[in-house]
């Protein structure tokens, strides 16, 4: 029997989640390292060059960047896929998956939930509350315009379920743990697609091990993850000094 495959990121991040719905979906076991890439020693870095989570370790290779894993796991467990089989449908994915993990990431993870729970908790820092304010004000509504746009009235972006949805959901998970959610009112199709995706199991079955990350100090995550039956690895990389990283996952 194959080993799990071992994943080294945290369970807030969208990135890792975008993975970790992946690894769901297709029936695929693992192990996790739930370490923020802020508190990720030696190790870490030398399986992430660019200290970005997540990183996945299957067998003798190690990855890291989300799009090339979740590539990587169509590739070898293709069902069911992440990316539609005509090739504009494909295209379209592909572009809000990169809309997600850049546009989405500068708005909602970095300029807001990073503010709001990662500053004071890794870093001892006030956030920034003009900058959350602007970004309120000016950019979350230009996001949210221009997925409505996109999303369809039922059913997913490119039909079927997809990495599209999968990511854009994904970063969505962080607005509504920082209580910004698209008012579907106003922006309907977008919170209605929002709604559908993150009732999926494969979303639903992670939500624990999120509010049980927020509930503690990132010094406390692993014993609070393993009280509550997630696979936490045997070992870690995280160390208790915060260094920088990269933005993208």
């Not at 190790?43 to 989300?66: E, H, K, M, N």
Request: proline letters at 10%; glycine letters at 6%.
């Amino acid at each position: 029997m194959k080993p799990p495959v071992h994943i080294v990121g945290n369970y807030v991040s969208p990135y890792v989640r975008k993975v970790l719905v992946a690894l769901d979906l297709k029936g695929v076991a693992y192990t996790i390292d739930p370490i923020i890439p802020f508190l990720g020693g030696d190790g870490f870095s030398a399986l992430s060059p660019l200290r970005r989570i997540p990183v996945l370790v299957d067998g003798d290779l190690t990855l890291t960047d989300s799009t090339v894993i979740c590539e990587y796991l169509d590739e070898v467990h293709p069902t069911p896929p992440l990316l539609p089989r005509a090739p504009a449908l494909r295209a379209r994915a592909r572009w809000l998956e990169e809309f997600a993990d850049t546009r989405m990431a500068e708005v909602f993870l970095w300029r807001i939930f990073a503010q709001l729970v990662v500053r004071p908790a890794v870093f001892g820092q006030a956030p920034d509350t003009a900058l959350i304010e602007r970004t309120m004000r000016d950019e979350v509504p230009q996001v949210f315009d221009y997925l409505e746009g996109q999303a369809p009235a039922d059913g997913f972006f490119c039909g079927e379920l997809s990495i599209a949805d999968i990511a854009v959901a994904s970063f969505l998970r962080n607005a509504a743990l920082a209580k910004v959610k698209p008012d579907p009112e106003r922006w309907p199709r977008l919170a209605g697609l929002v709604e559908r995706t993150l009732a999926l199991p494969s979303f639903v079955r992670l939500k624990e091990f999120e509010r049980a990350l927020l509930k503690v100090p990132p010094a406390e995550h692993r014993q609070a993850l393993a009280a509550i039956g997630a696979p936490i690895s045997a070992e870690t990389l995280g160390t208790d000094t915060p260094r920088a990283g990269f933005a993208r996952g």
